[in-house]
């Protein structure tokens, strides 16, 4: 079995002044069969910049975010097995489970909600996923 990096040509990384990512990792790998994706942030793909508004919004730019980078792997959300979430304060449970519900009502994947004391960055939510490639 031999590891894949998966490009995701749609989403702007973060980059320090001398081009290298902020970060360095993948936004998602694949092998065997399953789609591995990083936490993924509000970030906004076309300018690599955060969306710094309220938790809701930052939930479903975090969701689009993992939407996107399983599309370029093949797979989508429907295929997720195990979904992450890290958030800055559990008190938006409520609110992030609201957003969360419009992508996963039924069938929902496994799901692990974790309060984190904080980031280097300026957002409040991250979300990560393992997936199955798409067998359509």
């Known amino acids: 079995m031999k590891k894949e990096i998966v490009e995701v040509p749609r989403i702007n990384m973060p980059v320090m002044p001398d081009g290298r990512q902020v970060v360095p990792l993948s936004l998602a790998t694949k092998a065997?069969?399953?789609v591995y994706v990083s936490g993924l942030p509000p970030l906004i793909p076309e300018t690599g910049e955060f969306a710094l508004s309220d938790i809701q919004a930052q939930t479903r730019q975090s969701i689009e975010n993992v939407k996107t980078v399983l599309e370029a792997a093949g797979s989508s959300l429907a295929d997720i097995l195990k979904v992450n979430i890290y958030c800055s304060n559990s008190g938006y449970f409520a609110q992030v489970n609201e957003v969360y519900r419009e992508y996963f009502n039924e069938d929902a994947p496994a799901r692990t909600f974790?309060?984190?004391?904080?980031?280097?960055?300026p957002f409040d939510i991250e979300i990560d996923c393992v997936a199955i490639e798409?067998?359509?």
Do not use: E, I, Q, R
Not at 114 to 121: A, E, I, Q, R
């Open 32 to 34: 065997g069969g399953f």
């Open 114 to 121: 974790v309060t984190v004391g904080s980031w280097m960055m």
């Open 134 to 136: 798409n067998s359509k």
